[in-house]
């Protein structure tokens, strides 16, 4: 039976995911602070400690995927974020999962296993007031998008997911100096639909990268071709 191993598979997009890896035939593994109780096997482990990547290379006996997905938001300008908070979002957003990779890539290189990295539409659009989680999130789909390479010529897959933002709670969990304001059209977007759209891409070999929901990519066309009227529209939304 193949392993597959779920950081933050304790709540939204990843407990999502890591059910539908469980009904697709996995074994499944949760790594994240909280137990899971839908895992066949939970480590408990905070992904920004220093001893984190050994801690769960060590509890994993193989291991043929692993979903990149833990991570935080933040919501506030370059002048109310300070750099302590930013350091925090890029620990768990762009290292952490880089030295998990690193820790664990001798098991995924045994298993020519599959890395799937959840980064963000963030990195593809730069919206004000988020600009430290798209500066986060750019950081870390420019490390999945060039390890795909590296990896690949060792015989690993990296596929990198980009989504929309979905409803789990997350914006208010982040770190936060404003009111998250709706996102149009977004509505009726679950963590289910978005697990299985992931399933779908995993099962091709050949996909390098998701967009989800779909329509979120022509959106960052779009607003960067009318940037100054999508700037003028997020400055009101976020009352900058
Ligand atoms: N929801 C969206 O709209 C959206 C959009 C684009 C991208 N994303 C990305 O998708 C991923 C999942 O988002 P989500 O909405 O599902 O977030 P969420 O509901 O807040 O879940 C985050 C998960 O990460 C885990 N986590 C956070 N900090 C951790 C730490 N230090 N150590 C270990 N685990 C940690 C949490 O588990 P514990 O609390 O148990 O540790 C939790 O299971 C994130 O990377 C996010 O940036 C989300």
Redesign the pocket.
């Known amino acids: 039976m193949k392993t597959a191993a779920v950081?933050?598979?304790?709540?939204?997009?990843?407990?999502a995911v890591l059910k539908a890896l469980k009904k697709n035939g996995y074994r499944v593994v949760n790594?994240?602070?909280?137990k899971c109780a839908d895992a066949d096997e939970n480590i408990i482990?905070?992904?920004?400690a220093a001893e984190a990547p050994e801690t769960i290379a060590a509890g994993l006996d193989r291991l043929d995927l692993l979903v990149n997905?833990?991570?935080?938001?933040a919501y506030g300008t370059f002048q109310e974020l300070t750099c302590d908070e930013l350091r925090k979002v890029m620990e768990?957003?762009f290292f952490?999962p880089i030295k998990l990779v690193n820790a664990l890539l001798p098991e995924l290189e045994k298993s020519h296993g599959t890395i799937v990295n959840?980064?963000?539409?963030?990195a593809k659009i730069h919206v004000p007031a988020m600009g430290g989680y798209c500066a986060a999130?750019s950081a870390f789909a420019a490390y999945s998008e060039t390890s795909r390479v590296e990896l690949g010529r060792r015989g690993v897959r990296v596929l990198t997911i980009y989504?929309?933002?979905?409803?789990?709670?997350?914006?208010q969990?982040a770190i936060k100096y404003r009111e998250v304001p709706d996102t149009p059209g977004n509505s009726g977007v679950t963590?289910d639909m978005f697990a299985e759209k992931l399933l779908k891409a995993l099962a091709k070999p050949r996909v390098k990268r998701l967009f989800f929901p779909w329509w979120y990519r022509p959106g960052t066309i779009l607003a960067k071709l009318f940037e100054d009227f999508y700037n003028r529209k997020n400055v009101e939304l976020w009352k900058l």
């Open positions: 950081t933050g598979g304790s709540g939204g997009l990843g407990n790594i994240s602070r909280r482990a905070d992904l920004t997905n833990a991570g935080i938001g768990i957003d952490a959840i980064a963000s539409m963030a999130k989504p929309g933002r979905v409803d789990t709670g997350f914006s969990r963590a």
